[in-house]
């Protein structure tokens, strides 16, 4: 996207007086999908409904981010099942920046049908990526995750979005092709991003009424 239509999709971006999000669930992914360290073998016992209350338990903003993240949470229980799903812990380097560490795919691999594939979760109810976007998440994948024992691994976006009352379902979205964005491309894009973030925030803290223009 270019930096004009960064600067004006940013712009419309509103600062919520209470915000909450996904760390709960998120953060139980690998139980989720009942992981352990090795990339096959036996599948550990796991006990869902006091997984999920663990999760609700660490929600702070109640009670919709309790609902919100347990709706995501049994979305992705039944998905594994259905599908025998089964992860494994992996270590993913997240990309160190000086404006930020940006974490981008959880610490699991899902196997799926005897294939490796590493994850971004993407938790929102209803908003979806743009095509640029999902280019950038798969190029920042393929450079720092698909490298090593990873290297023949594949590469998806695992969406839960709403279905209506109150429930949510996995859509596995594989990625394919090589990607379209160098590493220093990737690098170039988060800096400027962050750059007229920073503009437009100072300019809403000033009460100047400026709109931080590149």
């Not at 380097?93 to 000086?98: A, C, D, F, G, T």
């Amino acid at each position: 996207m270019p930096i004009a239509r960064r600067h004006s999709a940013l712009l419309e971006v509103e600062e919520p007086s209470i915000f909450w999000g996904y760390p709960p669930v998120t953060n139980a992914l690998p139980k989720l999908l009942l992981a352990r360290a090795e990339l096959f073998g036996d599948l550990p016992p796991g006990n869902d409904e006091e997984l999920i209350k663990q999760i609700e338990q660490q929600c702070r903003s109640r009670p919709k981010q309790v609902a919100a993240n347990s709706a995501v949470a049994r979305a992705i229980i039944e998905w594994r099942n259905e599908e025998k799903v089964f992860g494994r812990i992996v270590q993913h380097n997240p990309l160190r920046m000086s404006v930020d560490t940006l974490r981008y795919c959880a610490d699991v691999v899902a196997v799926k049908n005897s294939k490796a594939w590493v994850l971004n979760l993407d938790c929102r109810s209803s908003l979806v990526l743009s095509g640029e976007g999902r280019e950038f998440i798969k190029s920042l994948i393929y450079h720092t995750a698909l490298i090593g024992d990873l290297r023949d691994a594949g590469a998806a976006i695992l969406r839960v979005p709403s279905i209506g009352n109150g429930k949510r379902k996995v859509i596995f979205e594989e990625f394919s092709g090589d990607p379209k964005f160098s590493l220093d491309e990737i690098l170039k894009r988060v800096r400027e991003t962050y750059a007229i973030w920073e503009l437009i925030q100072r300019d809403r803290k000033t009460g100047e009424g400026k709109t931080g223009e590149p």
